[in-house]
């Protein structure tokens, strides 16, 4: 198995530009998760979702940031408009099942908002 | 909303000695999962405790969750430089959402 696949690994924009994050889930596996890694706040859970549907956003920052899954084996996480803080390492993971699973991580995608 | 603490943050040790990260939470947990990240890398799932008191090994990890289900440790043999990343704890809260929560992570420094 090829495991989570994120595109792109790196992204360097400009303050106000709109950035989307792609994420390609293991093959079967019911849940996905989007984190959002950062020396100051550590790996935070932004949302997840459980057979392609939301079930809890409360930790997207703001509403410049919005994820779809409009099927199980796509998921993207989109800002807009980016600011600086928002640079950090997003990471994708996905589980079996939505609780007490493993979730297997993606490698990240490390973006960078000039 | 749950927190799950860990200490210490960082932690350099000379290689060949011994390493601890605890992980500790305000309320019961379901099970408790430890991670490892390598410099640059990204979170990988090294075990999952579930029993109150549980212990397991792996080679020269040693991971513990504690009898009420509020902490858990993970305690490395002998460290080597391959030891080195982030140890990350992520807890489930009992009766809750079942998400696990992830700790702040202790970054392990191996000195040669």
């Known amino acids: 198995d090829a495991g989570v696949i994120q595109s792109p690994r790196h992204e360097v924009t400009e303050m106000g530009q709109e950035v989307t994050l792609r994420c390609k889930p293991i093959?079967?596996?019911?849940?996905l998760f989007w984190y959002r890694q950062t020396m100051m706040r550590g790996l935070e859970l932004l949302i997840y979702?459980?057979?392609?549907?939301?079930?809890?956003d409360s930790g997207m920052p703001e509403d410049r940031f919005s994820a779809k899954m409009p099927n199980a084996s796509f998921s993207t996480l989109k800002i807009q408009p980016s600011e600086p803080r928002d640079s950090a390492v997003y990471f994708c993971?996905?589980?079996?099942?939505?609780?007490?699973?493993?979730?297997?991580f993606g490698p990240g995608t490390r973006l960078l908002v000039l | 909303g749950q927190q799950v603490m860990q200490i210490p943050q960082y932690q350099h040790v000379q290689e060949g000695e011994d390493f601890t990260t605890y992980c500790n939470s305000s309320?019961?947990?379901?099970?408790i999962q430890w991670y490892k990240q390598r410099p640059g890398g990204h979170p990988v799932f090294l075990i999952q405790?579930?029993?109150?008191?549980e212990v397991k090994k792996q080679k020269r990890l040693t991971f513990q969750f504690g009898e009420a289900k509020k902490n858990s440790s993970l305690h490395i043999t002998a460290t080597q430089t391959t030891d080195v990343g982030t140890y990350f704890c992520?807890?489930?809260?009992?009766?809750?959402?079942?998400?696990?929560?992830f700790g702040r992570g202790t970054s392990l420094i191996v000195h040669p």
């Open positions: 992520a807890g489930a809260l009992s009766g809750g959402s079942y998400i696990p929560t």
């Open positions: 309320t019961t947990l379901s099970n």
């Open positions: 979702f459980n057979n392609n549907v939301p079930i809890d």
């Open positions: 405790l579930v029993k109150s008191g």
């Open positions: 093959s079967g596996h019911n849940s």
């Open positions: 993971a996905s589980s079996a099942e939505w609780h007490l699973e493993t979730q297997y």
